[in-house]
């Protein structure tokens, strides 16, 4: 349409892939110097009051030029990459200029929402809300068109540098920068936002041909921070945002010496591959040694505990994630390296939504967890510090068996919550390795409580279910016993009861009768597996993994509105409803590897 707004998305590097651009960096840009003003009469204001105000104004502007650029964009690195420092330990980034294929998997998946059904109208729409929406974020002292669509390049990165190495938080190192396709605008644009708060000082330093803009806080207004610099300086095609150290380390990659060097982050990006919305890296090893060392500060003065030693051997590296839209869903991928603490990869095809109720809402499970727990016991009871405890727990289990009689049959594990109209269900679900160590260890724990249970008015009754004994136990009687401890401050449930049941198959723990049954003639019956719903996010995530979480957002949706209350139902109806209808499920599945752990989280949308 001719009166949406033209967007330009700026021009990819010419290398491919998250490497260092090879030709030679663009020629840093100097913003204009910015007289020092006084601190004026306006003691509210503050410099972290106008550093959010940009960054919000930046992020509203960017997500609008990110759909708008919807139809149109090209595939190409992020600049922000290329001129983060290379010692960053934490990094993000947003593709809002929507890269290669990204432009018509999010149309897909946007069809669902209000407002989004006509693709071709988006930009018109656009166009009429976006002066309102930046307004708004800038408290009406800016516009889109005029002051941030000419400079905005759709790319937004963030980054963070080494942990300090004391309890300084001026010390504190992050940098913000923004894609521009007018450098000399985008400098132009930050020093009329700062320039317009009289509360605060500038001053400006050139450092390697580029000029940085220092800004001041008013005296007293950031404690904590008092010692720290902000600045921000137009280099090369970004503008970057945060403490004086942080913009001279952007300055210094000059494009090419940046994080896309590191060899560390190579690993990490390389290892989720494909056109993406948004990328997260995090170096875990430096954030927990940092994070260590500071604790150690903390706690040498506070006479702390140090952390277990045995956590050192479940730490990754590193991890990624990215995020994408993909056949009509927002999906995030996962990566970290294996570690050894963790085993051997076993991935397989989960059991358990073959035996839950096709009502299941959530479901959370994981493979495995007998061989599991065993192992994390060895690697607990191997510390000093920790074997002590193991030898507790280990003793007070003996009464069954031990540590391994209680958990060693245990192979798959979940937690399922189920909706049947306005009654809410669940429990444990268990398939087990060794079908008659589990009846064995429940038939003890069931005679324990006939034997201990009945002079605090437990009752343990059987009942026959299709060819199943389901033992109900009943803890009703509890009630005056919780009573009279609390004088009638806290009562216990008038009908609590939970009952169990145990096949060759599957465990199971619930509360009430009607999960343990439900879980029974799911065996043979529907079940969740069986729901289209379910099976179809399952192909996309994944089908042989090590864990599994569900969540059906639409049937917990539905039952949370017939909680709505009545003088709010309408606000919702008008504002929420429609936009939270679009989604459907959640779904998200862990697969480890011999060297790096996979992991998928898809939100999918109605229709898709």
Same mark, same amino acid.
């Given at each position: ?272 591959? %494909? @056109?993406?919305? *948004? ?8 954030? $927990? &040694?940092? !994070? +260590?060392? /500071?604790?150690? =500060? ?122 049947? %109209? @306005?009654?809410? *269900? ?8 060794? $079908? &008659?160590? !589990? +009846?064995? /260890?429940?038939? =003890? ?136 209808? $679009? ?26």
């Amino acid at each position: 349409p001719a009166d949406a707004p033209s967007f330009a998305p700026p021009a990819p590097p010419p290398a491919a892939g998250y490497a260092a651009p090879e030709a030679p960096a663009p020629q840093p840009v100097a913003t204009m110097p910015v007289e020092a003003a006084a601190t004026g009469s306006r003691p509210g204001r503050s410099m972290l009051k106008w550093l959010v105000a940009a960054v919000v104004v930046l992020l509203v502007a960017g997500t609008v030029a990110g759909a708008t650029l919807l139809l149109t964009s090209d595939s190409g690195d992020p600049a922000v990459l290329a001129w983060s420092p290379a010692d960053s330990v934490a990094y993000s980034e947003l593709r809002l200029d929507l890269p290669g294929s990204q432009s018509a998997e999010l149309a897909k998946v946007m069809k669902a929402f209000p407002g989004f059904e006509d693709q071709a109208a988006f930009p018109v729409k656009l166009s009429e809300t976006l002066d309102l929406l930046v307004g708004k974020a800038s408290d009406g002292k800016m516009s889109w068109k005029n002051d941030i669509e000419p400079w905005f390049g759709g790319q937004v990165g963030g980054s963070v540098g080494p942990i300090p190495a004391k309890a300084d938080a001026s010390a504190t190192r992050f940098v913000l920068l923004v894609s521009t396709k007018d450098a000399a605008k985008a400098g132009a644009w930050m020093d009329g936002l700062v320039k317009a708060d009289t509360a605060v000082t500038t001053t400006t330093e050139t450092y390697n041909g580029t000029t940085i803009t220092v800004i001041t806080p008013p005296d007293g207004s950031i404690k904590d921070f008092a010692n720290m610099q902000a600045a921000y300086a137009t280099v090369g095609p970004v503008l970057a945002l945060g403490d004086v150290t942080s913009i001279k380390a952007v300055i210094d990659t000059k494009g090419t010496t940046g994080l896309a060097t590191n060899a560390q982050f190579k690993e990490a990006s390389t290892s989720v591959s %494909g @056109d993406r919305l *948004g990328f997260f890296y995090a170096d875990v090893k430096a954030i $927990a &040694a940092g !994070a +260590e060392s /500071l604790a150690g =500060q903390a706690g040498a003065a506070a006479s702390m505990p140090s952390l277990p030693a045995f956590l050192n051997d479940w730490t990754a590296p590193w991890v990624a994630a990215a995020f994408r839209a993909s056949n009509g869903a927002f999906v995030v991928d996962t990566r970290s390296p294996h570690v050894a603490a963790a085993g051997a990869p076993k991935n397989s095809e989960s059991r358990l939504p073959g035996l839950v109720p096709p009502t299941t809402v959530v479901l959370a499970e994981g493979h495995n967890v007998g061989e599991s727990l065993a192992r994390l016991k060895e690697q607990l009871a191997s510390d000093p510090d920790l074997k002590d405890a193991v030898k507790q727990i280990d003793d007070a289990l003996a009464i069954v068996g031990g540590f391994d009689a209680a958990t060693g049959w245990m192979d798959e594990v979940g937690v399922a919550i189920t909706r049947d %109209g @306005d009654t809410i *269900g669940g429990g444990l679900v268990v398939t087990p390795t060794d $079908a &008659a160590a !589990a +009846e064995k /260890l429940l038939n =003890q724990l069931k005679a324990f409580v006939q034997l201990g249970g009945a002079q605090a008015g437990i009752t343990v009754e059987d009942e026959e279910y299709n060819g199943t004994t389901i033992t109900v136990i009943d803890l009703s009687g509890l009630g005056g016993l919780v009573g009279g401890m609390t004088d009638g401050a806290v009562s216990a449930p008038s009908d609590l009861k939970i009952a169990y049941a145990a096949t060759d198959e599957v465990v199971v723990l619930g509360y009430g009768t009607d999960f343990v049954k439900g879980v029974l003639d799911a065996r043979t019956g529907d079940s969740l597996a069986k729901s289209q719903r379910f099976a179809t996010a399952l192909v996309q995530a994944g089908t042989s993994h090590a864990s599994l979480f569900w969540l059906d957002i639409a049937g917990v949706r539905d039952f949370a509105e017939g909680m709505v209350p009545s003088d709010m139902k309408g606000d919702y109806d008008t504002n929420a409803k429609p936009y939270l209808q $679009a989604f459907d499920s959640l779904i998200s599945t862990q697969v480890p590897g011999e060297k790096i752990d996979s992991g998928t989280l898809i939100i999918r949308v109605t229709g898709s």
